[in-house]
């Protein structure tokens, strides 16, 4: 069993997952254990960090089925940056760096 096929199977292993945590190469694999094509991370990296989207069902490039998937997963926290002149100081919902 694949890691994300397995993650599917466990409901408590799902909420886990942060698929922001992920490298490109990490989110690739991932979405070729879905049984997707390796481009899918690369969409789905565009949605979050040019254009901002953090809820699947709003990527409109995704099929519908792969936005039934990733439903499975947590939503995606939304980011804010605070940044002091030269260098970034926190994020909105953690700790300060």
Known sequence: MTVANSLIASSSAVAKVNLLGLSRQQLEDFFTDLGEKRFRAQQVMKWIHHQGVIDFADMSNL?????????????????????NRTRLTALENGPFV
């Open 63 to 83: 099929g519908k089925g792969l936005r039934e998937k990733l439903g499975l997963w947590p939503p995606l926290p939304r980011l804010r940056l605070l940044i």
